[in-house]
């Protein structure tokens, strides 16, 4: 059995994931998990990932969850090119830096704007207060501002002239609340022609066919749902927003 990634392009991390291995003509077999049909809290899909969350890996009899192991994992197995993860000491610790920092700063408040613009009206009965998504915007704002001065300062990409993770990892998860009607771009010349490099550098038919699940959205309702995972899914939407 080859290469398995279990993915729903509507996830920032399944999104890194895809793009890197696309990219790199890793094969693999795309095992779609529509997370609006409640499908990664399937038993079957807990034999993969316990924890219920994509992306996912399987090679073989292995299994892998977090998508920054993944792609470590994918960058390592087949050899990538080495910009993605330079083996230069330094620059390595570039990259791992970020992915270091991102968990708790674009990560976080990307998801947090995006849940609320976009998930919170199709799962919740009532809208929430107007201070929540201020409060997020607020955050997210702040967090633009580090990534600019401190990750990307004047240089074309994150670890200077070429794409690396670091930059894949960041991309999609600015495009989340780009997808919720929030431009993070508008008004930061910067970071607009950085977008534009790394879209590039990845090839924009590949961006665009990645990211058309969350900008051109078929998929995001509840209809289909049965009850009892859209309860589960909204009380995980609350937990989150808390
Ligand atoms: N830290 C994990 C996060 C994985 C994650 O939270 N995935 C979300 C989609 S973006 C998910 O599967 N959520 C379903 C749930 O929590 O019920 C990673 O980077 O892979």
Redesign the pocket.
Known sequence: MGLELYL?L?????RSVYIFAKKNGIPFEFKH?L?FKGQ??TEEFAKVNV?????ALKDADFTL??????LLYLARKFKTPDHWYPSDLQKRARVDEYLSWQ?VAT?LCG?KVFLIKALAPIFLDEPLPPAKLNGALEDLNGVLKQFEEKFLQDRPFIVGNEISLADLVAIVELMQPVAAGCDVFEGRPKMAAWRRRVEEAIGKDLFLEAHEPILKPKDMTTESLPPEVKE??KQ?LLK?LK
């Open positions: 729903d509507v996830s920032q991390p399944c998990v997370l990664h809290k924890l219920g969350k994509v992306p969850s977090e998508s920054i192991a993944i968990h990560r998801t589960q899914l995980s989150y």
